[in-house]
C-alpha cells in the first residue's frame, strides 16, 4: 500500500532563516505530488505540483520554491523566511493506474510552520 | 475559475443524529470530480467519499453519503448517526477531470458533536 511522510512534524524558524520541509511517498511509481498550505482558518491553496522528477509548476508566486530530485520525493524550500510564510504545510500525491491519472490526492501528515 | 462555497462555518450535532453539510461549486466544465475531505485535530487531510461528475448517483460510504445536484452545482455531504469521531474541520473539494490540475477548496466547516 502507499504511504506519504512529512518531515519535520513541526518547525519554528526566525525571520530570513531558510527552510527546508521534505516529503516522500512509498509503494507507487511516478505520482503527481503536490504542496499546499493552510493559512490559519482557511482552506487550502496549492502552491507547486510536480509530474516529474526535475518538472515544477509554480501556482503561487512568492519567496518559495520547490525541487523533485527523485521520483518519490518532493521538497519546499525558501532562503529566507518571511513573517506570512507561517501555517501548516500539507504534501499530496496522485498516481497513474493503467496508464490513467487517478482523480483523487492523497495528503501526508502535514508540517507545522511557525516563523517568528 | 473555479470556485468552492461552504457557506457554514460551523455545524454541531447530537451523537446518533443526522447532519449535513452544504457545499456549492462554480464550474464551466461538464467532467469533473467532486471531494470531501476531513481534517481532524490532527490535521491530516483524509478524504471522506468522492463524486464523479458525470454519474448521477450519488455516492456513500458507510455512514457518509452525498446529494449530488449537478445542475444546481450543490454537492452536499451527509452523516448518519453521527460519532464522537465525526468531530473535525470538514473541506469540499473541486477536481478538473485529467491532467495534474489542482484541487479547489472550500474553506471548510467545523463540526462539533455534542454527547
Known amino acids: 500500500s502507499q504511504t506519504i511522510h512529512q518531515w519535520p512534524a513541526t518547525l519554528v524558524q526566525p525571520v530570513g532563516s531558510p527552510l527546508s520541509l521534505e516529503c516522500t511517498v512509498e509503494?507507487?511509481?511516478?505520482?503527481?505530488l503536490y504542496w499546499y498550505r493552510q493559512a490559519a482558518g482557511r482552506g487550502l491553496q496549492l502552491l507547486f505540483y510536480?509530474?516529474?522528477?526535475?518538472?515544477i509548476s509554480s501556482e503561487v508566486p512568492q519567496n518559495l520554491s520547490a525541487s523533485r530530485p527523485q521520483d518519490r520525493q518532493f521538497i519546499l524550500s525558501s532562503k529566507k523566511l518571511l513573517l506570512s510564510d507561517s501555517g501548516f504545510y500539507l504534501c499530496?500525491?496522485?498516481?497513474?493506474?493503467?496508464?490513467?491519472?487517478?482523480?483523487?490526492?492523497?495528503f501526508g501528515p502535514g508540517t507545522r510552520l511557525t516563523v517568528l | 475559475a473555479q470556485t468552492v462555497t461552504q457557506s457554514q462555518p460551523e455545524m454541531s450535532v447530537q451523537e446518533a443524529e443526522t447532519v449535513t453539510l452544504s457545499c456549492t461549486y462554480d464550474t464551466s466544465e461538464s467532467d469533473y470530480y467532486l471531494f470531501w475531505y476531513k481534517q481532524p485535530p490532527s490535521r491530516q487531510m483524509i478524504l471522506v467519499i468522492r463524486?464523479?461528475?458525470?454519474?448521477?448517483q450519488n455516492a456513500t460510504e458507510n455512514r457518509f453519503s452525498v446529494n449530488f445536484q449537478k445542475a444546481a452545482k450543490s454537492f452536499s455531504l451527509k452523516i448518519s448517526d453521527s460519532q464522537l469521531g465525526d468531530a473535525a474541520m470538514y473541506f469540499c473539494?473541486?477536481?478538473?477531470?485529467?491532467?495534474?490540475?489542482?484541487?479547489?477548496f472550500g474553506k471548510g466547516t467545523k463540526l462539533t458533536v455534542n454527547p
Open positions: 499530496a500525491w496522485r498516481t497513474v493506474t493503467s496508464g490513467r491519472l487517478t482523480d483523487t490526492q492523497y
Open positions: 509503494g507507487t511509481s511516478n505520482p503527481n
Open positions: 510536480s509530474v516529474g522528477i526535475g518538472q
Open positions: 463524486q464523479e461528475a458525470y454519474k448521477q
Open positions: 473539494a473541486y477536481g478538473a477531470q485529467g491532467g495534474s490540475e489542482k484541487l479547489v
